[in-house]
């Protein structure tokens, strides 16, 4: 069944820093339930990307939708206003973000690190709150450590943690930006484990990530950005196995 929740549209988005442009004109449609890789040298803008579809980052042009609500904005007749901060942190909610360095409460517990944001923020009680958190841990294979203290987990254990803490606010879509560059290698599989998971359940997933397997196994569709263009995107076949651009033959030397 496709999913029906999870759209992200983007629409000619760019964004400056200074006299930077970080995001040059991109457009970017991800249908509902699908993965996306988005795969660049560093400083191509992907992390802006990303920012800009949870509002972290203010476009300066074009705009970014998701189940057709603006990101940040209303619309009233053809203007769209910013919306205010509260507004824009329930918006927020919708989204969920896993960054490279898994920022968990290290002073709280794996199972307090997933119950305090959806009691703070869905107003979910705290017993609801508490059996959701169960259900994560299940997701992510971490039952056992629902009392151990973040900080004594592994990297790999503390980032598939951050995944069931994002998960907690039941998001449309998933964003992760290299969610896996800060791991020992050994530790790189159970963490791509999850995602690949969450890729099944059809949730809608957007990847910055250099493991090109990873792309092949799960991408509907691969982007690949240079100095912020999407230079070229299609299926991760198209793009991976017959690449058109040199830019994208010469960045998969490097990282393949
Ligand atoms: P990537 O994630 O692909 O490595 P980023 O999106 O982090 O690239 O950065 C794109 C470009 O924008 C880079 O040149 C970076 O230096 C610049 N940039 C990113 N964030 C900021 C910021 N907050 N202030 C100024 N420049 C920034
Ligand atoms: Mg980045």
Redesign the pocket.
């Known amino acids: 069944m496709p999913a029906s929740e999870g759209h992200i549209s983007i629409t000619n988005v760019s964004k400056f820093f200074g006299r930077h442009k970080a995001l040059d004109n991109v457009s970017l449609e991800i249908p509902p339930g699908t993965v996306t890789v988005i795969l660049g040298p ?1 400083g191509s803008g ?2 802006t990307l990303l920012r800009t579809i949870n509002h972290l980052e203010r476009v300066d042009e074009g705009f970014i939708q998701i189940d057709g609500d603006y990101i940040g904005y209303r619309r009233k007749g053809d203007k769209l206003y910013e919306l205010k901060e509260r507004e824009i942190l329930r918006q927020r909610v919708n989204v969920g973000y896993v960054f490279q360095n898994f920022n968990l409460f290290p002073h709280l517990t794996v199972l307090e690190n997933l119950i305090e944001a959806p009691v703070a923020h869905r107003k979910l009680s705290r017993k609801a709150a508490i059996e959701r958190a169960w259900e994560l841990l299940d997701v992510v294979g971490l039952r056992d450590k629902a009392d151990a203290w973040s900080r004594h987990l592994s990297g790999g254990q503390q980032q598939r943690i951050a995944i069931a803490r994002a998960l907690a606010l039941r998001p449309r879509v998933m964003l992760f ?2 969610p896996t560059s800060a791991l020992d290698p050994e530790l790189v599989g159970e963490v791509l484990d999850v995602i690949k998971k969450l890729a099944r359940s059809g949730t809608t997933l957007v990847v ?1 990530t250099h493991e090109i397997g990873f792309a092949r196994e799960v991408a509907d569709q691969v982007v690949f950005m240079v100095d912020g263009k999407i230079v070229e995107q299609g299926s991760s076949d198209a793009v991976l196995n017959r690449p058109a651009h040199a830019r994208t033959r010469q960045f998969l030397s490097k990282v393949l």
Do not use: A, L, Q
Request: hydrophobic share 15%.
């Open positions: 560093s992907k992390s930006d290299e910055v």
